[in-house]
């Protein structure tokens, strides 16, 4: 094997840790946000106006969180391309499922951070003591863009859950969370489905780690039997 090859091949090993890296960062994020962010705004029932204020006294506060938003994302981009690479051994009849995954995997990774940068609009309004209604209401856009999210996360979870039934705990529980994913997805139409589509989202990430943590473990394994092979 070439030298590039081998910084190659190991580069493409080490995106499966991507997965890892991109659970740890998402939800020391939203911790921060239930800690620093959330406060600020008031109230859960409060009104538009006390959102507004909270944008118009901590205006850097608020953008540096969506901001924050994100950073994860790239590396869940790189886990991606982790995950074609693990199961490049897979028949080329269900290859589809692969895809699918893929796919819905780069979806859902960049509707909550475009949900978070167009809310940023609204702590611009606020900062600038534009309109209240408007600048409260682009609060809204993070939950709705988080309950957008939910449906290319089942599919997600549900096509590599599939790829994945030889552990069956990680399958089961992928099916599991896509369901309630599928639920949260209503957080769009009515309030009272936030639990679930804040629960999904966080059990997601959990999953994610767990999923990546295994892939990276037994790609390794892999690699060592190719090599011992050579």
């Not at 953008?63 to 886990?79: D, I, T």
Request: hydrophobic letters at 55%.
């Amino acid at each position: 094997m070439s030298a590039p090859l081998k910084v190659q091949a190991k580069v493409q090993h080490l995106m499966l840790a991507g997965g890892m890296a991109y659970a740890v960062v998402q939800i020391a994020i939203l911790v921060f946000a239930g800690i620093v962010l959330l406060p600020l705004l008031g109230p859960p029932d409060g009104t538009v106006a006390q959102r507004y204020q909270g944008y118009a006294e901590n205006h850097f506060l608020f953008k540096l969180g969506n901001y924050l938003m994100g950073l994860p994302a790239p590396f869940f981009l790189l886990f991606l391309g982790g995950v074609y690479a693990y199961f490049s051994s897979l028949h080329q009849s269900v290859r589809g499922i692969l895809v699918a995954a893929l796919l819905s995997g780069a979806a859902l990774v960049m509707i909550w951070p475009f949900g978070a940068v167009v809310s940023v609009i609204g702590v611009d309004i606020a900062a600038a003591g534009g309109d209240v209604i408007t600048g409260g209401a682009f609060d809204s856009v993070v939950p709705y863009s988080l309950g957008l999210s939910a449906l290319p996360r089942a599919v997600f979870l549900f096509c590599l859950s599939v790829l994945l039934l030889h552990h069956r705990w990680l399958a089961y529980a992928g099916f599991l969370i896509a369901g309630l994913s599928l639920v949260g997805n209503g957080i769009i139409a009515a309030g009272r489905f936030l639990p679930f589509s804040l629960g999904s989202a966080l059990l997601f990430h959990i999953w994610v780690f767990c999923c990546s943590f295994k892939m990276f473990r037994l790609h390794k394994k892999d690699l060592s039997a190719v090599k011992l092979a050579a």
